[in-house]
């Protein structure tokens, strides 16, 4: 242990550091050093227990949180000489981690291969498309709590079966009951479980039920996923839901060797089903005395003045006066700030004016801050509310604007507002006259007067662009459009994705997609707004399976699309663009919800929504029945939980804050909230023209800590054939819509991967040629639905035939198989490199790579480029496996299934010097890609041909 370097641990972090075996429970205040604390236990484990990490799960609460934890995890190891393969240890969200642990024992889970992952809109569309012949027929669906419109229903059959899957409710139980509550909101979940079953989709909240089930119900996975998993530990345990816990004291079920950290105080996340009893109950787990608590108080991130202001914020306001007290249910602590603070100069401050000029008197401050070079960046700033779709936040955003100051405020729901939006969506309804015609009288069956409204403001806004005679090509395309699509007597090769795409070629859709990358979040909203704008379009017609658009059909696609798919994501609001690489954009004020703000923190922080009171939230009948059928009782008491959740919340709000704490309110509009009354009367007024800026030394924002991932089919050959291609489908995240025929190789892959799971289980008794008939067909089933593509009879034969003929040329030998499907990556100093092998095989300590191709062999002189690319990526995987294992690569081998006769492998010799030279040319790749070169265009006219971009590129 002496040699191990602790860096700056403090003697409480060093604890948490060393403890591993057993039980731990770390309390991390805010600022305490809680990722350090967790990145230098990784380590530790590694480096001093010689623990192989791939004995190690770390799960986190966000997909940034996990990228962030892996970044610092392969840096700190890297810097001492250890090699990490980030796809060896488990690290990442529980959601990707149970998604990991389905893929890898799929076999025995409920689920078949090829489901959908259902987003929260999928799941309540899904709904919606089933609700009259699902739902409105079950016989107790009228005790379910009215809801004035189908779709906020349907909203809520999600948050029931969500919660029946979360909280491991016994719904066959539920459906025993006399009370008809109960057996409406049991019969909605069982309906709901078996549509999703049918669909063979997965929502969040399933994923979890579906890893916690492969656990519970098969001792052979649990025993086997024991042996491969030693180490457990839960960042944010304090927001973590009943299924988590079960599944973290699952997974440590055999080592006990489980550390969780959180802060009780910072638990904000009841409405997604968190609780914080799983924090505060988990030393009760274990035997007495078996778990370890450290707390960690000492804050490293803020003034004493603002940890002072939110410690009292915890104490003060507790006890009769508010008429709750916290009694058992938060740990005592005192967090103690480390840091100096600022002499002659409050760190908490407040801000406030009447309700004409509260916008002006905010802009003046952070403008005068500016000017008076306190802060270099507008980023320094974070405004905090509880919701940034409110009237003070919108009111301030605008005024900020006004004023030349940019804001960052992906999830204020304006995206429907922004000008290119409308725009794209105005030129889209002018390509159908008829469905215009009919805007104009109102002739729908079902339309609201906002949609309507809304798209009538899209087409003026349209109108007004196509005046200008600079525009008059665009003039001809929509007249032209429009009246093949008036008299349509074909079906057209397109849908809605693809008529966006084709607008990509006018002028200002042409300047927007040319925007250059090496600019601001804000430079590029509208280019990124397009992006989302082809992705809400290409999502419809995969839900309502829309390809082309049918002469017998359109007005109803039409409808459907506009009145009912549109009108829906519009009552739901849909988030703009987060850049996951910078902390938050430079040269914008960011506007955050508290619960956005998380984890993070800022210089200045401007915390608003004063106003607000402690509120009942949620659904009571439902609490009270997962209280009763739940799998545990109620805990914390119900009148009380209003007054916990607020003040949680404030303290993860002010406590964001590294170097001055600002209180502000608009007054005249809504009086001050009664917690609030005390402290905003006690803090001085901050006068931005006598504030004594110059006293503080601000922060800078810290740097985003995410190293990109790279593989070579899908970054770095892509970039290769037209960096331009990648700068659009990458980058920027189109969705392409011509995507090539690939059923058919998925089809025969997936199949010849059973094959070998089949070999690598030591069940190769069951590797017969009727059961890979089998296996091919249950895959095909899977695959079609889920891409809403078919293959004729004929064709599924010739698939099968390639899947004999692999399985014939083995000969029952399967003994040299050593993994399949791989996943491989290597983390190099800025970057990570990922890649999939599909097989590897060997003995004698040497190993050969395997690709599988499903189609005849080709020619070695014709074929010479795509040989060469296809030689570079096993060279690739050559260099992964050796860096990784250690082990030597002796050949590289494609396989061929679709070669009838003759010998179906091309090999290629290894050896370093051209394994060196394609590692050298993916690093320059990589820093290509990282430096944003996206000036030179695909050279091969094919590429051109099948590319969604061939109407704005020309090339």
Same mark, same amino acid.
């Given at each position: 242990?002496?040699?191990?370097?602790?860096?700056?641990?403090?003697?409480?972090?060093?604890?948490?550091?060393i403890?591993?075996?057993?039980?731990?429970?770390?309390?991390?205040?805010?600022?305490?050093?809680?990722?350090?604390?967790?990145?230098?236990?990784?380590?530790?484990?590694?480096?001093?227990?010689?623990?192989?990490?791939?004995?190690?799960?770390?799960?986190?609460?966000?997909?940034?949180?996990?990228?962030?934890?892996?970044?610092?995890?392969?840096?700190?190891?890297?810097?001492?000489?250890?090699?990490?393969?980030?796809?060896?240890?488990?690290?990442?969200?529980?959601?990707?981690?149970?998604?990991?642990?389905?893929?890898?024992?799929?076999?025995?889970?409920?689920?078949?291969?090829?489901?959908?992952?259902?987003?929260?809109?999928?799941?309540?569309?899904?709904?919606?498309?089933?609700?009259?012949?699902?739902?409105?027929?079950?016989?107790?669906?009228?005790?379910?709590?009215?809801?004035?419109?189908?779709w906020?229903?349907?909203?809520?059959?999600?948050?029931?079966?969500?919660? %029946?899957?979360?909280e491991?409710?016994?719904?066959?139980?539920?459906?025993?009951?006399?009370? !008809?509550?109960?057996?409406?909101?049991?019969?909605?979940?069982?309906?709901?479980?078996?549509?999703?079953?049918?669909?063979?989709?997965?929502?969040?909240a399933?994923?979890?039920?579906?890893?916690?089930?492969?656990?519970?119900?098969?001792?052979?996975?649990?025993?086997e996923?024991?042996?491969?998993?030693?180490?457990?530990?839960?960042?944010?345990?304090?927001?973590?839901?009943?299924?988590?816990?079960?599944?973290?004291?699952?997974?440590s079920?055999?080592?006990?060797?489980?550390?969780?950290?959180?802060?009780?105080?910072?638990?904000?996340?009841?409405?997604?089903?968190a609780?914080?009893?799983?924090?505060?109950?988990? !030393?009760? $787990?274990?035997?007495?005395?078996?778990?370890?608590?450290?707390?960690?108080?000492?804050?490293?991130?803020?003034?004493?003045?603002?940890?002072?202001?939110?410690?009292?914020?915890?104490?003060?306001?507790?006890? !009769?006066?508010?008429?709750?007290?916290?009694?058992?249910?938060?740990?005592?602590?005192?967090?103690?700030?480390?840091?100096?603070?600022?002499?002659?100069?409050?760190?908490?401050?407040?801000?406030?004016?009447?309700? @004409?000029?509260?916008?002006?008197?905010?802009?003046?401050?952070?403008?005068?801050?500016?000017?008076?070079?306190?802060?270099?960046?507008?980023?320094?700033?974070?405004?905090?509310?509880?919701?940034?779709?409110?009237?003070?936040?919108?009111?301030?955003?605008?005024?900020?604007?006004?004023?030349?100051?940019?804001?960052?405020?992906?999830?204020?729901?304006?995206?429907?507002?922004?000008?290119?939006?409308?725009?794209?969506?105005?030129?889209?309804?002018?390509?159908?006259?008829?469905?215009?015609?009919?805007l104009?009288?109102?002739?729908f069956?079902?339309?609201?007067?906002?949609?309507?409204?809304?798209?009538?403001?899209?087409?003026?806004?349209?109108?007004?662009?196509?005046?200008?005679?600079?525009?008059?090509?665009?003039?001809?395309?929509?007249?032209?459009?429009?009246?093949?699509?008036?008299?349509?007597?074909?079906?057209?090769?397109?849908?809605?994705?693809?008529?966006?795409?084709?607008?990509?070629?006018?002028?200002?859709?042409?300047?927007?997609?040319?925007?250059?990358?090496?600019?601001?979040?804000? @430079?590029?909203?509208?280019v990124?707004?397009?992006?989302?704008?082809?992705?809400?379009?290409? $999502?419809?017609?995969?839900?309502?399976?829309?390809?082309?658009?049918?002469?017998?059909?359109?007005?109803?696609?039409?409808?459907?699309?506009?009145?009912?798919?549109?009108?829906?994501? %519009?009552?739901?609001?849909?988030?703009?663009?987060?850049?996951?690489?910078?902390?938050?954009?430079?040269?914008?004020?960011?506007?955050?919800?508290?619960?956005?703000?998380?984890?993070?923190?800022?210089?200045?922080?401007?915390?608003?929504?004063?106003?607000?009171?402690?509120?009942?939230?949620?659904?009571?009948?439902?609490?009270?029945?997962?209280?009763?059928?739940?799998?545990?009782?109620?805990?914390?008491?119900?009148?009380?939980?209003?007054?916990?959740?607020?003040?949680?919340?404030?303290?993860?709000?002010?406590?964001?804050?590294?170097?001055?704490?600002?209180?502000?309110?608009?007054?005249?509009?809504?009086?001050?909230? $009664?917690?609030?009354?005390?402290?905003?009367?006690?803090?001085?007024?901050?006068n931005?023209?006598?504030?004594?800026?110059?006293?503080?030394?601000?922060?800078?924002?810290?740097?985003?800590?995410?190293?990109?991932?790279?593989?070579f089919?899908?970054?770095?050959?892509?970039?290769?054939?037209c960096?331009?291609?990648?700068?659009?489908?990458?980058?920027?995240?189109?969705?392409?819509?011509?995507?090539?025929?690939?059923?058919?190789?998925?089809?025969?892959?997936?199949?010849?991967?059973?094959?070998?799971r089949?070999?690598?289980?030591?069940?190769?008794?069951?590797i017969?040629?009727?059961?890979?008939?089998?296996?091919?067909?249950?895959?095909?089933?899977?695959?079609?639905?889920?891409?809403?593509?078919?293959?004729?009879?004929?064709?599924?034969d010739?698939a099968?035939?390639?899947?004999?003929?692999?399985?014939?040329?083995?000969?029952?030998?399967?003994?040299?198989?050593?993994?399949?499907?791989v996943?491989?990556?290597?983390?190099?100093?800025?970057?990570?490199?990922?890649?999939?092998?599909?097989?590897?095989?060997? @003995?004698?300590?040497?190993?050969?790579?395997?690709?599988?191709?499903?189609?005849?062999?080709?020619?070695?002189?014709?074929?010479?480029?795509?040989?060469?690319?296809?030689?570079?990526?096993?060279?690739?995987?050559?260099h992964?496996?050796?860096?990784?294992?250690?082990?030597?690569?002796?050949?590289?081998?494609?396989?061929?299934?679709?070669?009838?006769?003759?010998?179906?492998?091309?090999?290629?010799?290894?050896?370093?010097?051209?394994?060196?030279?394609?590692?050298?040319?993916?690093?320059?790749?990589?820093?290509?890609? %990282?430096?944003?070169?996206?000036?030179?265009?695909?050279?091969?006219?094919?590429?051109?041909?099948?590319?969604?971009?061939?109407?704005?590129?020309?090339?």
């Amino acid at each position: 242990m002496d040699g191990f370097d602790f860096g700056s641990a403090n003697d409480a972090q060093r604890n948490a550091i060393i403890s591993t075996e057993g039980p731990l429970l770390v309390t991390a205040g805010p600022g305490t050093g809680k990722t350090f604390t967790l990145v230098k236990r990784v380590s530790y484990l590694v480096q001093e227990k010689h623990v192989d990490p791939s004995n190690i799960l770390v799960a986190t609460f966000t997909e940034k949180a996990a990228k962030e934890l892996v970044t610092r995890i392969s840096n700190e190891l890297s810097a001492n000489g250890v090699e990490f393969d980030v796809n060896e240890m488990y690290v990442g969200t529980f959601h990707s981690i149970c998604l990991r642990l389905i893929k890898e024992h799929i076999e025995y889970s409920n689920v078949r291969k090829n489901y959908r992952v259902a987003d929260s809109f999928d799941q309540q569309y899904l709904v919606y498309q089933n609700y009259w012949s699902r739902f409105k027929s079950l016989e107790h669906f009228a005790e379910l709590p009215k809801k004035t419109r189908v779709w906020d229903t349907c909203e809520q059959i999600c948050s029931i079966a969500n919660a %029946m899957s979360e909280e491991l409710v016994d719904v066959d139980k539920m459906l025993k009951s006399d009370d !008809p509550v109960t057996l409406a909101y049991a019969e909605v979940a069982k309906a709901y479980n078996e549509m999703l079953t049918e669909k063979n989709w997965l929502d969040f909240a399933h994923i979890q039920l579906e890893a916690y089930q492969l656990l519970a119900w098969h001792p052979n996975v649990l025993s086997e996923v024991h042996d491969q998993i030693k180490y457990v530990m839960v960042d944010e345990y304090q927001d973590t839901n009943y299924i988590q816990e079960q599944l973290t004291l699952l997974l440590s079920k055999k080592s006990h060797n489980v550390c969780v950290v959180g802060d009780d105080d910072q638990g904000l996340y009841r409405f997604r089903g968190a609780t914080i009893r799983n924090i505060l109950e988990f !030393p009760d $787990k274990f035997g007495d005395g078996d778990c370890v608590r450290i707390a960690l108080t000492d804050n490293y991130r803020s003034d004493p003045g603002i940890v002072a202001f939110y410690n009292e914020w915890m104490e003060r306001t507790a006890g !009769p006066r508010f008429r709750f007290d916290w009694e058992d249910y938060r740990f005592e602590k005192t967090i103690k700030a480390t840091r100096k603070g600022v002499d002659d100069a409050p760190a908490v401050v407040k801000i406030g004016d009447d309700e @004409d000029y509260w916008c002006d008197t905010v802009c003046d401050f952070v403008l005068q801050l500016k000017k008076r070079g306190a802060i270099d960046d507008y980023n320094q700033i974070a405004f905090l509310f509880k919701s940034v779709k409110h009237r003070n936040a919108r009111d301030l955003a605008e005024r900020f604007e006004e004023r030349g100051v940019s804001v960052y405020s992906p999830r204020s729901d304006v995206f429907f507002e922004r000008s290119e939006v409308k725009l794209a969506i105005g030129v889209l309804l002018l390509l159908f006259p008829r469905y215009v015609q009919r805007l104009e009288t109102g002739d729908f069956k079902y339309a609201d007067e906002t949609s309507i409204r809304y798209y009538v403001s899209c087409i003026l806004k349209a109108n007004e662009l196509l005046k200008d005679e600079d525009n008059a090509a665009l003039r001809k395309w929509i007249a032209a459009t429009g009246r093949a699509h008036t008299t349509m007597a074909k079906n057209t090769d397109y849908a809605f994705s693809g008529l966006v795409y084709q607008l990509f070629e006018f002028e200002p859709f042409k300047s927007i997609i040319d925007t250059p990358l090496d600019t601001g979040v804000h @430079d590029q909203r509208s280019v990124r707004n397009l992006s989302i704008l082809v992705g809400i379009t290409s $999502k419809f017609e995969y839900l309502q399976r829309v390809d082309i658009l049918t002469a017998e059909r359109i007005d109803a696609t039409l409808e459907r699309f506009f009145n009912t798919y549109l009108r829906f994501l %519009m009552l739901g609001g849909i988030d703009e663009y987060e850049d996951e690489t910078e902390y938050v954009p430079s040269g914008c004020v960011p506007f955050l919800t508290i619960h956005q703000s998380k984890g993070m923190e800022f210089p200045i922080v401007v915390v608003d929504s004063l106003y607000a009171t402690p509120t009942k939230a949620g659904d009571e009948v439902l609490q009270g029945i997962k209280d009763r059928y739940g799998a545990r009782e109620a805990y914390e008491p119900i009148d009380s939980i209003k007054y916990f959740d607020f003040w949680r919340l404030y303290y993860t709000a002010f406590s964001r804050a590294q170097d001055l704490l600002v209180l502000t309110h608009r007054e005249g509009t809504r009086k001050i909230g $009664k917690a609030f009354e005390e402290p905003y009367g006690e803090l001085p007024t901050c006068n931005p023209d006598t504030f004594p800026f110059d006293k503080f030394a601000f922060h800078h924002v810290k740097e985003s800590d995410l190293k990109p991932v790279y593989s070579f089919t899908s970054d770095i050959s892509l970039y290769e054939g037209c960096s331009v291609q990648y700068k659009l489908f990458r980058e920027l995240g189109f969705t392409p819509v011509r995507v090539g025929a690939t059923l058919f190789g998925q089809l025969v892959h997936q199949t010849i991967e059973d094959v070998h799971r089949a070999a690598l289980r030591g069940e190769c008794d069951r590797i017969t040629l009727e059961n890979a008939d089998d296996w091919l067909q249950s895959n095909y089933e899977t695959l079609s639905t889920s891409q809403h593509a078919y293959l004729s009879k004929v064709v599924i034969d010739a698939a099968k035939r390639q899947v004999r003929r692999y399985i014939e040329r083995r000969a029952g030998r399967w003994d040299d198989i050593v993994e399949a499907e791989v996943q491989i990556g290597l983390s190099k100093p800025d970057y990570i490199i990922h890649g999939t092998v599909d097989l590897i095989e060997g @003995d004698d300590g040497t190993v050969d790579v395997v690709d599988f191709k499903s189609e005849r062999k080709p020619d070695v002189n014709r074929d010479y480029e795509l040989l060469e690319t296809y030689r570079k990526q096993l060279l690739l995987y050559a260099h992964l496996i050796e860096e990784k294992t250690g082990r030597a690569v002796g050949k590289m081998k494609l396989y061929y299934t679709g070669e009838e006769s003759g010998n179906p492998v091309i090999t290629f010799s290894r050896d370093k010097r051209s394994i060196d030279a394609v590692a050298a040319e993916f690093d320059d790749v990589a820093h290509k890609i %990282m430096r944003r070169e996206y000036s030179c265009r695909a050279t091969n006219a094919r590429l051109c041909e099948n590319c969604d971009f061939r109407y704005y590129c020309k090339n």
